[in-house]
């Protein structure tokens, strides 16, 4: 089952090299997609009010200790697993790029245009469509095979060292993280939990999904 997955799928619109510069339309579109859904995913998150993503808990954890905004943190961190690349020999593209981009943009969305539920099961069934999203987002846009974001490579990279399934891989990222930012100081809540043990098999889930329908 998905839950076993150990590779990124290759489909018709999956680049042959991350480092094109000059994708197939379909890649190129594919990629987008994800990157749109997996921003998506993101800001809505933030919008359920249920507690925010596990490196969004590191990047507060830490800022707490030192003189430097959350934002910065955050693209310190972003830049410090781009350097943990080198040893798993993980290629950036311009889906790295976009990725930044991309999901800036929709967590902007997200928190313009959708209002808060009022009631906490709202709250809890929008994080984890939350879930799901990203999930599914990170599925599409990996197997577009045109340069993973920073912590999205760092999962595809342990895997492929540890030969581990790509949802055990992320679930441990994720568990770690957020244990390490709750221990700076860093605020957890109910969301937080669901993404942190639920993001890997969502991603593996949509690996699985897109790889089948694409097949």
Not at 33 to 49: A, C, D, K
Not at 167 to 193: D, K, Q
């Amino acid at each position: 089952m998905f839950l076993s997955i150990k590779n990124v799928p290759k489909v018709y619109w999956s680049s042959d090299n991350p480092l094109n510069l000059k994708p197939k339309s379909s890649s190129l579109f594919f990629l987008i997609l994800g990157l749109t859904l997996f921003g998506l995913g993101e800001g809505l998150l933030i919008v359920s009010n249920s507690g925010a993503s596990p490196w969004s808990v590191l990047a507060q954890g830490i800022s707490l200790n030192v003189n430097l905004s959350i934002g910065t943190i955050t693209l310190l961190v972003s830049i410090a697993v781009l350097f943990l690349w080198i040893p798993l020999r993980q290629k950036p593209g311009i889906g790295t790029i976009l990725n930044a981009i991309i999901i800036s943009i929709m967590i902007d969305v997200c928190i313009k245009f959708v209002p808060t539920p009022e009631s906490f099961i709202g709250q809890l069934i929008l994080a984890f469509i939350a879930v799901l999203t990203v999930g599914l987002g990170g599925g599409i846009y990996l197997i577009a095979n045109l340069g993973p974001g920073p912590r999205d490579g760092l999962m595809v990279g342990l895997q492929k060292k540890t030969n581990f399934p790509i949802a055990a891989v992320r679930a441990f990222l994720e568990i770690s993280v957020v244990s390490i930012g709750w221990y700076l100081g860093g605020t957890v809540g109910i969301g937080t939990l669901l993404f942190a043990f639920g993001i890997g098999p969502a991603v593996a889930l949509g690996l699985f999904l897109t790889g089948k329908l694409f097949k």
